[in-house]
């Protein structure tokens, strides 16, 4: 028996559509600077976390230390 036809109406054995040369360069370098813009931006924030989760670290040490 026979499946109907996907209801979007696209066939999966439809080939892809043509691509113009040169645009997976020109995605991949947008990809990049993305990913770039992405990490300076979260530097910051994440160094900010670091340090807490080290100040964090040191206050549970040093109580410790006081039980001790």
């Given at each position: 028996m026979?499946?109907?036809p996907?209801?979007?109406?696209?066939?999966r054995?439809?080939?892809?559509?043509?691509?113009?040369?040169?645009?997976?360069?020109c995605?991949?370098r947008?990809?990049?600077a993305?990913?770039?813009?992405?990490?300076?931006?979260?530097?910051?924030?994440?160094?900010?976390?670091?340090?807490?989760?080290?100040?964090a670290?040191n206050?549970?040490?040093?109580?410790?230390?006081?039980?001790?």
């Open positions: 026979r499946r109907p996907p209801a979007d109406g696209v066939r054995s439809d080939p892809k559509p043509e691509r113009r040369p040169g645009a997976e360069r995605e991949e947008v990809r990049k993305g990913l770039a813009a992405r990490g300076a931006a979260l530097r910051p924030v994440e160094r900010v976390a670091r340090r807490a989760q080290v100040a670290y206050a549970y040490v040093e109580e410790r230390e006081r039980e001790r």
